[in-house]
């Protein structure tokens, strides 16, 4: 039987997901991993985030979208798993917007975290 849990999530593109990780200070490996559960038991993930104990959290892609995977028994981040999931879930909404922002021209004039938790981006694009 299995231990590992699996969490949907909206995540559907990797690269705004490993920016999301990193820009929380997650360290994390890429590329399709073993990912380490309960008394040996491993799985893949394209995204592994290693714990001190032995226990790791990943990123998995279904065919739909990435699930967060992880024995949650063993779960070691500083943050709840429900807090964790906000904060990389506005992180991916965040770089996924900066990303099309500039696929369409615009740069990032100024970001700023409001004090309900929320991003403000202010955008700019010039016309020559």
């Known amino acids: 039987m299995s231990h590992f849990s699996q969490i949907k999530t909206q995540i559907l593109s990797l690269e705004p ?8 200070g997650v360290s994390w490996k890429s ?21 001190d104990n032995g226990y790791d959290v990943g990123f ?33 909404a965040v770089q996924s917007v900066m990303a099309e922002s500039q696929n369409q021209g615009f740069a990032l004039a100024e970001q700023t975290q409001q004090a309900d938790g929320s991003v403000r981006l202010v955008l700019q694009r010039w016309h020559g």
């Not at 380490?36 to 995204?47: F, H, K, M, N, P």
């Not at 063993?74 to 904060?87: A, R």
């Open 60 to 92: 998995k892609w279904n065919g739909a979208n990435y699930e967060l995977v992880a024995d949650m028994q063993y779960w070691q981040q500083p943050w709840t798993v429900e807090s964790f999931l906000n904060k990389v879930s506005q992180g991916y």
């Open 17 to 24: 997901l490993q920016k999301a990780l990193t820009d929380l």
């Open 31 to 51: 590329g399709e991993s073993p990912l380490r559960g309960y008394r040996g038991e491993t799985t893949t993930a394209e995204v592994v985030i290693q714990q």
